[in-house]
């Protein structure tokens, strides 16, 4: 970003223009005189800015005047007329001054008045008041001054007629959230990007300098941005925060000391508060995210689990509903059976929720692997409403359901054209090299899930070949599709015998085959009542010279190509396939 834009953002950030506007409209007035009182440093710029929204009224011109040098024996009227380019030696009276012709419709900006000389430019302003009073004219010039430090208030009113105006909680927090963005970009949507971004807002306050200091870190860095600010902070060690050296400011109706002093005065109690009040703001919502995603994914087994008596100091809490239930309940309760990855991103959130309840800023190293589970894992989960932003174009998913050597992958190259089919087998032998492999079978899911979400976004039909015989498995693959599009479960299964006969590598997994078909029988119930999903119907292929079981039921009626078909009630309906 250029300088010139980096001053343009500022400028016409919402706090920073109102006050412009406010600054023009107020040295308009009758009085035509305005005193602005500034932090030393002075916001930077702000004479610049000034001058440019002064300029946007056509009919005025602002004059520029730095009396920094001092008046040197001059009076102010000729200073005032020197720098609008005026020959001064007919200029001695301020009634000449204010019915000057070649002075109508100016603004003089001054700026850089010394203590020393304060005296002579409060009679000067006085007069001119009352000069501007006494024959009131519409093109009479206006005065607009940034009163020195250290004039007592009395003094000024009696001077400038009005309290001065005060750079004084102009910067809210949307101005920095908007001048962050605007030097850094939007933050990222995940925990990191979103922490981060807090933390560079609540550190920076309404600290110009500081937010471009903040942003500029690299993620990592502005969560805990407190160990590379000493440098910076000796610069102000000597100073006890005020509002007149720019060490104090009200941003959002509260006093906010710069971070900068409080680096310098050691004050770590204080810089640990901010620390919580930024993560708090990302993290809290992040964890309460998370955990109605794992009560949305594990609704049944939750469910199965309650009602849940607790003791809380003497008294008892019953829950009935999953969606009260705390991340200690989740891993006592869904622990023993969770996937690694997402008993670890729950014990992240546990311990994030357990430590910032109680006024503690969290272990970085916590938020930043949180932040890493939750892109990985986030598509698992019925977040939201899945598919919102899909054309709804008439595709559908079809879930093949069977055990190991059930003849699934046989049915669907039959049934189904191959840029159809996603399997499980091809990902897993594409990522290990082979289908025999065991461990963590995470990596092939995510993979797969990838590929039918990005398929039915396009409006294509997906059918997914994998087992599908443990509930979880089958509802997180059903709810991949938003709950307006049809989800077919096709239910395959074949007597032990045959599948015995054809089983290939399966033989070297001694029981894979029996422990398929034990859970599968078990889950019987549940497939054919469509798991209680209202967009789920079931199909179960009765499939010429094969004999076909389902459930431990001998199905193979004859060469017939009827299909049995279940709603979510699980009532047959009778109709044929259509497959």
Known sequence: MSAALGQDAWWDLPGPARFLDRAAAMADSQLGVLGIAMPVPMPRDWLRAMT????????????????????????????????????????????????????????????????????????????????????????????????????????????????????????????????????????????????????????????????????????????????????????????????????????????????????????????????????????????????????????ARLRAELPLTKSFNGRSVTYADPVRLEFYDLKTILGPSLPRSEMALIDHCYRLRTSMAHADPGDTRRIVEASALWERLESDFPVGSAGWDWPRCGQRLVLLV?????????????????????????????????????????????????????????????????????????????RLAPADIPVEYVVIDRLMTDKAATAGWRTRRPGLLESHATTFAANIDAILACDGLPNVHVTVPRLAGQNTVVGGFDRSEGPAHHDETYSSEGLWDGSLASV
């Open 52 to 299: 440019r929204r002064i300029s946007a009224q056509a009919s005025v011109s602002p004059v520029l005047v730095d009396a920094s040098a001092g008046l040197r024996g001059r009076s102010p009227v000729r200073m005032l007329a020197a720098a609008a380019g005026l020959e001064t030696s007919g200029l001695r009276l301020v009634a000449g001054f204010v019915d000057e012709p070649a002075l109508a419709e100016t603004v003089f900006l001054v700026h850089g008045v010394p203590q020393t000389d304060w005296r002579q430019w409060s009679l000067f302003l006085r007069s001119f008041r009352a000069e501007r009073q006494r024959q009131p004219r519409l093109s009479s010039p206006s005065v607009i001054l940034a009163v020195p430090r250290a004039i007592p208030p009395d003094d000024l009113h009696a001077t400038l007629g009005a309290r001065p105006l005060r750079w004084m909680g102009v910067v809210s927090r949307l101005d920095t959230c908007l001048y962050a963005q605007r030097l850094g970009g939007q933050p990222g949507d995940d925990l990191l990007a979103r922490t981060a971004a807090e933390t560079t807002v609540e550190f920076a306050g309404w600290d110009r300098d500081m937010i471009g200091a903040l942003a500029s870190l690299t993620l990592e860095q502005q969560l805990d941005p407190v160990p590379l600010l000493a440098d910076f902070a000796a610069s102000v060690s000597r100073e006890t925060p005020c509002w007149e050296n720019a060490l104090v400011d009200l941003w959002d109706g509260a006093p906010h000391i710069s971070t900068l002093a409080l680096v310098a005065a050691g004050n770590d109690t204080a810089l640990r508060a901010r620390l919580w009040s930024a993560r708090v703001r990302a993290v809290f919502p992040f964890i309460d995210t998370v955990r109605l995603a794992f009560v949305a994914k594990y609704d």
């Open 402 to 478: 069977g055990p190991s050597g059930a003849g699934k992958s046989t049915y669907a190259g039959a049934h189904y054209d191959a840029g159809e089919i996603v399997s499980s087998d091809a990902i897993r032998e594409d990522i290990f090299g082979s289908l025999e492999a065991e461990g963590d079978q995470g990596p092939v899911f995510e993979r797969l899930r990838e590929e039918v979400r990005s398929r039915l976004s396009s409006g294509r039909r997906v059918v997914v070949d994998a087992t599908h015989i443990k509930a979880g498995d089958r509802v997180a693959s059903a």
